[in-house]
């Protein structure tokens, strides 16, 4: 049996056979891990941006052309070492769960309507599916990476990563529409 391309698997991923994350993240973990660690110079830092990486690439797969995902995946791991880089120099401690999520942005100069977003958030996770539910929490809540998250759940780190995905795009949904 012949290796599925790149274009072959984003499609598989696309019309929702998550299986398709496999062999297309795992084609790319160890060049993207390297490339990171070459401009990181720091094993755990480069992990982490690596999880960043195929998170914002989960996000972000329906804008990408099949023929340049390579180059577009080394982008984005580019942008997230850029990011991890920047973060650190300005801000030291753990960023923020909302911040993580991506949904109280808008209430980030309001320490009152943050407070009232993170318990909001909170209830919608709950709302979520168990698998989905339990990635996020491990994930955002506990701090856990995300090889730490698969292992504790006892699945591959693509179904944790598409499982994060999934739940996030689930959320961001329910917070738009008002649920909660």
């Known amino acids: 049996m012949t290796e ?33 660690f070459a401009v990181l110079r720091d094993h755990h830092r480069a992990e982490d941006a690596l999880q960043e990486t195929f998170v914002q690439a989960l996000r972000h797969s329906d804008g990408v052309q099949p023929e340049t995902f390579r180059g577009w995946l080394f982008t984005i791991a580019h942008q997230q070492a850029m990011l991890l880089k920047r973060k650190e120099k300005r801000l030291p401690v753990q960023v923020d769960d909302l911040v993580l999520l991506g949904l109280a942005a808008r209430s980030v100069e309001d320490p009152t309507g943050r407070a009232d977003d993170a318990r ?11 698998p989905q539910r339990a990635v996020i929490a491990a994930r955002i809540f506990e701090g856990k990476t995300f090889r730490e998250v698969a292992t504790a759940l006892g699945c591959p780190l693509n179904t944790a990563l ?14 738009e529409a008002g649920y909660a």
């Open 162 to 175: 598409a499982r994060m995905h999934t739940g996030l795009k689930k959320l961001r949904q329910m917070w």
């Open 120 to 130: 909001r958030v909170r209830e919608l996770v709950d709302l979520l599916p168990a």
């Open 4 to 36: 599925s391309t790149d274009a072959e698997l984003l499609a598989r991923f696309r019309a929702g056979d998550d299986n398709a994350l496999d062999p297309l993240f795992g084609r790319y973990e160890g060049p993207v891990f390297r490339f990171l």
